[in-house]
């Protein structure tokens, strides 16, 4: 394994650890050119799925979209089946077109997809 090994730096995690937890990440207040920075929870009402909805419905073209399936199938496709069908599931949540095409890339049932 590369990076960090097995050590999650994403949230949420299936290895069941946080990078969130403890008071290491939690700074706040620090002042840079007269501006207040840190990191803060997020107030914004945005779902984990509008960003990348929003980026496959109104920025990508065909051809992009083609692009993303395919490049996302290539290396998915690899991975062990429960780990497909967990993925296809969160790609369907985005938009049902991208998770059936995703799931029908890497051979995962559209019923499973769209649980």
């Known amino acids: 394994m590369g990076g960090y090994g097995?050590?999650?730096?994403?949230e949420p995690s299936?290895?069941?650890?946080s990078v969130s937890a403890g008071k290491a990440y939690a700074w706040?207040?620090?002042t840079f050119k007269n501006q207040?920075?840190?990191?803060?929870?997020?107030?914004?009402p945005n779902t984990d799925y509008e960003q990348p909805r929003e980026l496959w419905n109104k920025v990508f073209n065909d051809a992009d979209r083609d692009a993303v399936i395919e490049n996302i199938?290539?290396?998915l496709g690899k991975c062990r089946q429960d780990i497909k069908e967990?993925?296809?599931k969160l790609f369907y949540k985005v938009d049902p077109v991208y998770g059936e095409?995703?799931?029908?890339?890497?051979?995962?049932s559209l019923d499973i997809a769209r649980m």
């Open 6 to 10: 097995p050590v999650a730096n994403y």
């Open 14 to 17: 299936m290895h069941g650890t």
């Open 28 to 30: 706040h207040g620090e």
């Open 36 to 44: 207040t920075v840190g990191r803060y929870d997020k107030v914004h």
């Open 73 to 75: 199938s290539g290396f």
């Open 86 to 88: 967990r993925q296809c």
């Open 101 to 108: 095409r995703v799931a029908k890339g890497v051979g995962v």
